[in-house]
């Protein structure tokens, strides 16, 4: 039996940072807003948008929350990070904000002509994806959208 997803259902994603006012400063100069709510002096978080957050949590607060050893992401590579903007051009801004706060580029422009995306290093080592998708292709699906040259396999 599965569980069926709901509108209502929020998500947490929850990275370790070393410096929690820094990092929270960068994000903020990407359009991420403070929840205060969830906020405090060893976790920051973050407003991605409506039902999703990254909480920035302190190195020490993270150990505490993880039974795990923590990994370093400069060296390896737990996961990718992405998350969407409302236009190609807002791409590009949050591209240069994230360069502009210090994050170091990962890969230059991919475009699908119905998605684009820009991919960063945040200032902890984490990878970003920050894209765009035209929102028949969201609908549908991008291989509805995808034209013989491209690469139809593509997601984001």
Same mark, same amino acid.
């Given at each position: ?8 259902? *929020? ?58 050893? *923590? ?43 119905? *998605? ?14 920050? *894209? ?25």
């Amino acid at each position: 039996m599965s569980i069926p997803a709901h509108p209502g259902r *929020m998500l947490f994603v929850n990275l370790p940072v070393a410096d929690l006012e820094r990092s929270t400063r960068f994000f903020t100069r990407l359009g991420f807003a403070v929840d205060p709510r969830f906020t405090d002096d060893a976790a920051a978080c973050m407003l991605v948008g409506e039902q999703a957050s990254i909480m920035l949590l302190s190195r020490e607060k993270f150990a505490e929350l993880s039974p795990l050893p *923590m990994a370093d992401p400069t060296t390896q590579a737990l996961a990718l990070y992405c998350f969407s903007v409302s236009s190609r051009e807002e791409v590009d801004a949050v591209s240069a904000a994230a360069l502009a706060a210090g994050a170091v580029e990962a890969d230059s422009l991919e475009d699908y002509g119905f *998605m684009c995306s820009r991919s960063f290093v945040d200032l902890d080592g984490h990878g970003w994806q920050v *894209m765009w998708m035209d929102p028949a292709a969201a609908q549908s699906g991008p291989q509805a959208l995808a034209s013989p040259t491209q690469d139809a396999g593509a997601t984001a």
